[in-house]
C-alpha cells in the first residue's frame, strides 16, 4: 500500500501582521566543540504578510529583537548579547525579507535576506505547516545551517559552533 502525502495548502490571500505575543524564533547550536548542543528563544517584534494570487507573489517581512536571546543560561545569554557576538547595542535588531516564495515539495520555499550584526545573507526558510485558526493562521518554517560567520560573528571559534538552525512559530492576524 502506497500512502500519499497532500501538499500544504497556500495561506488565504490577504494581508496579515504577526502577532509577537504568540509568535517566537526558537535558535539551536553546537558548542563546547560540537559536544552539545544550546537552545535559545527570541522575541519576534514585528512583521507583516502578505499573501497573494499567484501565491509566489507574496511577500513577508519579520523584526526580531536580537536582544530578546534567551537560553537556560543567564551568562551565556549575556555573552550572546555582547559586542563579542550580536553586539545588541549596536545591532538591535534581525531582520528579514522575502525576496521569492515558491512550492517545494509538500511545502514553500521562502528565499530571502536575513541583516543581522550589520550583515546582510540571503537565506532559504521551509514553510512545512500553515493552519487556519480563529483569528488568524499559524505558520511553522525553519531554516538550517546558517553560517554565523557569514553575519561577521566570528569570535570563539571552536567554542561556539559555526552553524546554526531557526525554526520559526509564527501566529499572523488579518489586517
Known amino acids: 500500500m502506497t500512502a500519499s502525502i497532500t501538499p500544504l495548502q497556500a495561506p488565504p490571500v490577504g494581508s496579515y501582521r504577526i ?3 504568540r509568535s517566537q524564533v526558537t535558535y539551536s547550536g553546537r558548542h563546547m566543540f ?3 548542543v544550546v537552545h535559545a528563544t527570541f522575541t519576534i517584534t514585528s512583521g507583516e504578510l ?3 494570487d499567484p501565491v509566489t507573489s507574496s511577500s513577508v517581512a519579520v523584526t526580531v529583537d536580537a536582544a530578546s536571546f534567551r537560553s537556560n543560561s543567564a551568562k551565556r545569554d549575556t555573552d550572546v548579547r555582547s559586542a563579542s557576538f ?3 547595542a549596536a ?3 534581525v531582520t528579514f525579507c522575502s525576496e521569492a516564495f515558491r512550492r517545494a515539495g509538500d511545502g514553500f520555499r521562502l528565499t530571502g535576506t536575513v541583516t543581522a550584526h550589520g550583515n546582510a545573507v540571503p537565506v532559504e526558510l521551509l514553510i512545512d505547516q500553515v493552519t487556519t485558526e480563529t483569528g488568524g493562521m499559524r505558520m511553522h518554517g525553519r531554516a538550517e545551517h ?3 560567520y557569514a553575519f561577521g560573528v566570528t ?3 571552536g567554542m561556539v559552533g ?3 538552525d531557526l525554526e520559526l512559530e509564527v501566529f499572523a492576524v488579518p489586517t
Open 50 to 52: 502578505r499573501v497573494a
Open 146 to 148: 546558517l553560517d554565523r
Open 91 to 93: 545591532y538591535p535588531d
Open 86 to 88: 550580536l553586539d545588541v
Open 34 to 36: 560540537g559536544l552539545g
Open 155 to 157: 569570535k570563539a571559534r
Open 162 to 164: 559555526r552553524y546554526l
Open 19 to 21: 502577532d509577537p505575543h
